[in-house]
């Protein structure tokens, strides 16, 4: 056997079985978790019943290995973040805690004598981020599930079986979250794989090393990850969200051990909740970009609680490229972001110059959000054709575009003016957009200019799409020469265009959970033939 092959058998061998580590009596270390649960959820989970993003998965005769479904269920079911929701159920008096708690270890012991070995390392099951956050989740939720508080049976088995256990994910992760940047691991995957390392080294005493290594990879994935602005490198507010959510549990998981706070976790910290701020509409929800979802506003408001963020919400975020514009009772949102470098670039949906428009709670045109449990749909949903974009021929921008953007505001209005070249490989055609919001934000009319540089040799189908709420109402009226928008409450708005023709077609929601709700969505299909191609279009609120 030849000296490489040696190393080889090794490599696969150490994650699991390097140094010699001493099994310890208790954790060091027990930081505690911070978030709430779901009591219905817990409910479920008594009779094997998982439930993310509104779907259940029942795994009854399937083990912990669910057949046919996305990735994601396995990261859910694999990474134990569901123990919240057996804690929720017990502190709400759906069972006697010392049940709720059994049922917790019980499940873990399971999970151990299934898959801690190390054939299992090579499995999904320990990918780098799911096996973080199955860490984290078993150090931060031991008071809730450790059997030595309830006297249950079973104790010193389980107690040797789960500390080994902890030892083992530790070194299989001090193995796969290295001390540098790496694009097989990165974004929210990596945030999570680098606090169950930190979790661990805080945890087992002698373990020092993982912690440092942890926080390491921290520093360099916050300043990869977190633009000077506070926003996301992949510009979706839902990943910026979760990843505050991460720095601020190694923040408590450092407090909790009585060690300083780098300066750098509390700078992240303190660029994100401004930038999180930003994102947020009136009715306490997230836009839809970039493959991020409304998200529950309890959630946000126990995160954002923890940031100590206040005052009025940013007007600009710059280095994201998102421009917010907020006059009277109307919010208007523009993405006018170039596509980052990889290995982000595939995170960012194909949208440039997308936006969304809310009227007092109410949102009126929306991007079409994305799918939390399905690849599929996540697909189908990142193309230009779901967003309030225009396209030419249906086809999609190039995948690396460029834009250039200008903001001009006074009291009364704000004109916001961007161009990109997502177009000129495909088509030979640059497009820009302008936008002027007036009249305490009843007024908003917008332009798109498409231009090249040279004779067409034939026409180019144009649509410029608008998607709508579901909640609202629309309907065509003067023969197709307009459009009523009706909100809930009555409040209507009139849409008026120039150039092309007006169509009103269905399109779907997808920006709270799983379930795909019907929408409609108004259409202006057109065609370009001349070097200047200029359509027009505006929203006015009636009365």
């Known amino acids: 056997m030849g000296l ?46 998982f439930t993310k993003a509104g779907e259940h998965l029942a795994l009854e005769g399937m083990g912990w ?52 070995d190390v054939r299992a390392t090579r499995s999904l099951f320990y990918r780098a981020d799911i096996a973080g956050e199955r860490l984290s989740m078993w150090v931060s939720m031991f008071e809730f599930f450790s059997p030595e508080r309830f006297e249950a049976a079973g104790d010193d088995e389980f107690h040797d079986a789960f500390f080994e256990s902890v030892i083992r994910h530790g070194q299989h992760l001090a193995r796969a979250v290295p001390a540098r940047l790496s694009t097989q691991l990165y974004g929210l995957e990596a945030l999570k794989a680098a606090k169950g390392l930190l979790y661990a080294g805080l945890a087992i005493e002698g373990c020092e090393d993982w912690r440092d290594q942890a926080l390491s990879r921290l520093q360099l994935e916050i300043n990869a990850q977190i633009l000077s602005d506070g926003a996301h490198v992949s510009r979706n507010p839902e990943r910026l969200l979760l990843s505050l959510q991460i720095l601020l549990d190694v923040r408590g998981a450092l407090a909790s051990a009585g060690k300083r706070l780098p300066e750098f976790i509390q700078h992240a910290i303190d660029r994100i909740g401004p930038a999180v701020r930003f994102y947020r509409y009136n009715d306490r929800g997230f836009g839809l970009f970039h493959g991020g979802q409304r998200c529950a506003t309890a959630f ?101 575009y460029a834009v250039r953007s200008s903001r001009e505001d006074n009291k009364q209005a704000c004109l916001l003016e961007a161009v990109h070249d997502g177009y000129m490989a495909s088509h030979g055609v640059m497009h820009s957009r302008r936008v002027y919001i007036c009249n305490d934000g009843n007024d908003i009319r917008g332009e798109d200019v498409l231009e090249s540089h040279a004779s067409m040799r034939n026409d180019i189908d144009v649509s410029i799409r608008f998607h709508l709420h579901p909640a609202v109402t629309v309907s065509l009226i ?66």
């Open 65 to 116: 290995e669910p057949h046919g479904v996305d990735e994601s269920w396995v990261g859910h079911i694999h990474g134990f973040s569901w123990l919240r929701d057996l804690r929720a159920f017990a502190n709400e008096g759906g069972l006697a805690r010392g049940q709720s708690s059994a049922i917790a270890w019980m499940m873990i012991m399971a999970w151990i004598e299934r898959y801690d």
């Open 478 to 543: 003067n023969n197709g020469q307009e459009a009523l928008i009706r909100l809930p409450g009555g409040v209507g708005w009139r849409f008026k265009f120039h150039g092309g023709i007006l169509s009103l077609e269905d399109s779907v929601y997808m920006g709270e959970g799983a379930q795909a709700r019907k929408s409609k969505q108004l259409v202006i299909i057109g065609q370009v033939s001349d070097i200047y191609n200029q359509f027009k279009w505006c929203m006015r609120k009636e009365g």
């Open 300 to 400: 946000i408001d126990s995160i954002l609680a923890q940031t100590g963020v206040r005052g009025k919400a940013l007007e600009s975020l710059p280095c994201a490229g998102f421009e917010r514009v907020a006059l009277g009772r109307a919010l208007f949102v523009f993405d006018c972001g170039k596509v980052p470098n990889a290995p982000y670039h595939d995170c960012v949906n194909a949208s440039p110059l997308a936006f969304e428009m809310n009227y007092a709670k109410h949102r009126i045109f929306v991007n079409c959000g994305s799918h939390p449990n399905d690849a599929d749909w996540r697909s189908a949903l990142s193309g230009i054709a779901a967003h309030n974009c225009l396209s030419l021929d249906g086809q999609e921008p190039s995948g690396s």
């Open 4 to 49: 490489n092959t040696i190393v080889d058998k090794l490599s696969a061998i150490l994650p699991i079985f390097g140094e010699r580590i001493e099994v310890p009596d208790r954790l060091a270390v027990r930081p505690v978790d911070a978030w709430s649960g779901d009591a219905r959820v817990g409910a479920l989970l008594f009779d094997g019943v």
